[in-house]
């Protein structure tokens, strides 16, 4: 029964850092997504108002 402990405990560890891992990389393609449409706005109403 020990082994199967460890070894549970084993790939709950490994899950946690995938989903943390996931997490971040989501937060920092939305925040470069953001970033980008931002500028986009910005040469856009640049380039309107002239």
Excluded: C, P, Q
Excluded at 9 to 29: D, G, M, N, S, Y
Excluded at 36 to 50: Q, T, V
Aim: overall charge neutral; hydrophobic content about 50%.
């Amino acid at each position: 029964m020990k082994r199967y402990n460890g070894f549970s405990l084993i790939i709950a560890i490994v899950a946690t850092a995938a989903a943390i891992a996931a997490a971040i990389a989501t937060a920092i393609v939305y925040f470069e997504k953001k970033k980008k449409d931002n500028e986009d706005l910005e040469n856009y109403l640049d380039y309107s108002i002239m």
